[in-house]
Structure formats: C-alpha cells, structure tokens
C-alpha cells in the first residue's frame, strides 16, 4: 500500500548547529525557517528513546523550491553520541546534493568555508542520461556533500 506523503526535512545532527546552519546559508543559499527550536521534556525523550534529550536548531530552507519546500533540520543534540568517520559507501544516508552552475566554484566556496575534499572532482558521460560534473565534499563538521552540474542529451 502506498501511502498520501510528501517530503518535509532531512535532518542533519551538528556538534555545534549554528556553525553548520551558517556553513549552509552562505555556501549554498539556505535560508532559515524560523523558529529556532531549544526542546527537551519528557515528551521528547520518548519520540526519541533518550532520557535527559535536549534539542537546539533551525531548520533551513533548501534553495529553488520557494517558501513552501523541503527544509534541512539542523539540530544539536545533548546528550551527544561518538561519530563515526564519513564514507561515501557507509550504509545509511550517504550524502546531500546541490545542483551548481560551476562545480569548481562551489568546491572553492565549500572549501573557503571550512569544509573539505572528499575526492576529486570528475566529469563522466553517463549514457542515457548526459554528461555530470560533481565532486564529493565536506561540510564542516565533515558531512558529505555532493555538488554537481548536468548536461541532458539532445
């Protein structure tokens, strides 16, 4: 059975979400949809399954899909647990990705705001589909980021 559903939010946990939020609004255009969220009481530790939880965040509206879109969640967490290193083929979420129109510039924006390589930037044609340019980054608090440029077959 399919079910009536419509995407909201991806939610990224950040060891410090102001930082992160202001890495996401100046490289990538986010903008943020207010209010800012400070949560904790027992109801909370339910949803989530840990005792003592207490949530600080934003939620960011993904560029080019207006004031209604899909936001990414931003939230610090405390209690906090150990992260595990990033890699592009660990199960679970992979990465975000963000269509540019140069993907060396944003590898330098990326970059410049204290996030970091991943790999190398490549441009491949994939049949069927047309040529991409991307390059797998970091944000700062080294979440992987994709950045890419199509170009559909004629």
């Known amino acids: 059975m399919v079910i009536n559903a419509r995407y909201v939010h991806t939610n990224l946990v950040a060891r410090d979400w102001k930082r992160l939020a202001r890495f996401y609004e100046q490289v990538f255009g986010c903008t943020p949809a207010p209010p800012e969220r400070d949560l904790s009481g027992q109801w909370l530790d339910d949803a989530v399954g840990i005792p003592g939880t207490h949530i600080r965040g934003i939620h960011l509206r993904l560029p080019g899909y207006g004031d209604t879109g899909p936001t990414l969640e931003i ?4 209690p906090v647990e150990e992260d595990m290193a990033r ?4 199960p679970g979420f992979g990465h ?3 269509a540019v129109d140069d993907v060396e ?6 970059l410049a705001a204290g996030g970091g390589e991943l790999g190398k930037a490549v441009s491949v044609e994939v049949a069927g589909a047309g040529a991409i340019a991307f390059a797998y980054l ?4 080294e979440n992987i980021v994709e950045v890419q440029r199509w170009e559909e077959n004629k």
């Open 96 to 98: 975000v990705a963000f």
């Open 105 to 110: 510039a944003a590898r330098q924006a990326v």
């Open 75 to 78: 939230f610090e967490y405390t």
């Open 138 to 141: 970091t944000d700062p608090e």
């Open 87 to 90: 890699a592009a083929n660990r």
